[in-house]
């Protein structure tokens, strides 16, 4: 059973009688009463509504958010869906044939112009391979003549296709940033998991970008990596930084996978309790077993009619734990609780710690996930004021609402489609930024009401689980109570 947070509770009589429904069980809590009490489907879904209709998480209810901006800062720009390598952890691997492949036309590219003049950062792409892109240099040389001085124009790459002329013609067209794939410490692995690749070029790759930024000093051009962290190449994760800074790395961004095939989530590396959840789990069973208790027998006896003393110990501590947790706003998902491996995860910390250590000692600006989905969410594309452009033209709010796709976490599978504010074909990007709807989707981003689905014993529910999103249970209209994006477990060049 689960707890929800510490809620708000509005004055009507709508709720009064279900409060005195609710003390009049003798439970302590709505979930527990739904899940004990409520036994009709149609009784579960009228409950179901009516816990949205009179709940809400509040995360800063009484803040203001502030003003949206009147221009993106970020543009996230997808030059291309094709690629030349089949990474088995690539959206586009996912089999359902959701990705279409095309290329950005140069009108394409230049009805986003306006927007340039305001931006800090230019992202030039997206789930293909830049690198393809025949006129990359002509889109970075014209960007750059409208780009405020101090703002960067970069790109993420697998390196396969980056030679000493590429490099060259790259940085003399005004690149600031660029980023490795690197995924391995050692050759086979880098095989397996980046198919069609090779190690070797992407070292040839550190090469080409080390001779072309000598002739060009003035050009501070900034080389780093991305590593997707699984399990199977955790372990390598140290020896493939100290790796690339010695080929000349500056930075390295560390994500965790998000799983866009079945077959891929056993190699997700994090745990889908909340960081905040794990805390207090961990206190409440350390101080049971200080008394002697294993609160991981709770599953087998918290519906027994006739419990032992023993027994009865272990419902107590954890009782005390649900209270704790509920004072704290903090929802537990019992079944995953019980079920962590501990070891594992004691694991994946000892060898960030040593990643952290290693970075250090080479001089590298590492940013690593979190092992867990934090409580408190942000949404740093948002927040940021970024803004997402397909090949095609059509602008998105974020990664997470960028393709159509399947993903598959904790054991749920979430379908996603795209949510499309506009096409700049039709309108000028700025006039798709501040558009009625645009603008009103990040205002709800920015007041984090809707909920989190993950830590919910219902999830993934039909609310969000299809692809055709209404309203969550909260009757929130944003689509991200199932996005993990906020909870710093996954990182993106930006």
Not at 344 to 368: H, P, R, S, Y
Request: charged share 25%; aromatic share 10%.
């Amino acid at each position: 059973m689960v707890v929800i947070p510490a809620v708000r509770k509005r004055e009507s009589s709508r709720f009064q009688a279900l409060d005195a429904r609710l003390k009049s069980s003798g439970m302590t809590d709505w979930y527990e009463y739904y899940f004990e009490t409520v036994k009709n489907r149609k009784e579960k879904h009228r409950w179901r509504q009516a816990m949205a209709q009179m709940t809400r998480i509040s995360a800063a209810p009484e803040d203001k958010v502030p003003p949206v901006r009147e221009h993106p800062s970020r543009l996230f720009v997808e030059l291309t869906t094709k690629c030349n390598l089949s990474c088995g952890m690539c959206v586009k691997q996912n089999g359902d044939g959701g990705i279409a492949e095309g290329s950005m036309s140069a009108e394409t590219f230049a009805g986003l112009t306006p927007a340039f003049p305001h931006l800090d950062a230019l992202i030039l792409n997206g789930i293909g391979e830049s690198l393809i892109h025949p006129r990359l240099e002509e889109f970075i040389r014209q960007a750059r003549k409208l780009l405020p001085a101090k703002a960067s124009v970069g790109f993420q790459t697998n390196g396969m296709l980056l030679n000493d002329s590429r490099a060259v013609a790259l940085v003399n067209a005004g690149l600031d940033l660029i980023c490795l794939s690197l995924d391995a410490a050692s050759s086979d692995r880098f095989r397996s998991i980046r198919t069609g690749g090779e190690m070797s070029v992407v070292e040839s790759a550190f090469s080409s970008l080390k001779k072309a930024k000598t002739p060009n000093a003035g050009r501070n051009l900034k080389v780093g990596i991305e590593f997707v962290v699984m399990k199977s190449n955790l372990r390598e994760l140290p020896a493939a930084l100290r790796w690339a800074a010695r080929q000349g790395a500056t930075f390295a961004l560390v994500t965790q996978l998000l799983p866009y095939q079945r077959g891929m989530s056993s190699q997700a590396a994090y745990d889908t309790n909340t960081a905040g959840a794990i805390s207090i789990y961990k206190r409440w069973k350390d101080r049971a077993l200080s008394e002697g208790v294993d609160i991981s027998g709770y599953p087998d006896v918290f519906m027994k009619y006739s419990k032992t003393p023993r027994e009865q110990k272990i419902v107590w501590f954890v009782e005390q734990m649900k209270g704790n947790a509920h004072s704290q706003g903090i929802a537990l998902h019992l079944e995953r609780l019980f079920s962590r491996d501990e070891q594992w995860f004691a694991m994946v910390d000892g060898i960030f710690e040593e990643a952290q250590q290693t970075a250090e000692q080479e001089g590298l600006d590492l940013t690593l996930p979190g092992t867990a989905p934090r409580n408190s969410r942000r949404c740093e594309f948002v927040e940021e004021g970024g803004a997402f452009v397909s090949w095609n033209g059509d602008v998105h709010p974020c990664y997470f609402l960028w393709h159509r796709y399947n993903c598959y976490v904790g054991g749920w599978e979430k379908q996603v489609k795209p949510w499309v504010f506009g096409n700049p074909a039709g309108l000028d990007i700025l006039e798709v930024w501040n558009s009625t709807q645009y603008r009103s989707f990040r205002e709800s981003v920015r007041r984090y009401h809707f909920p989190f689905c993950f830590d919910c014993g219902f999830a993934l529910c039909d609310y969000v689980q299809a692809e055709d999103f209404e309203q969550d249970c909260y009757i929130e209209s944003v689509p991200c109570g199932a996005c993990l994006w906020c909870t710093g477990l996954f990182h993106c060049l930006r």
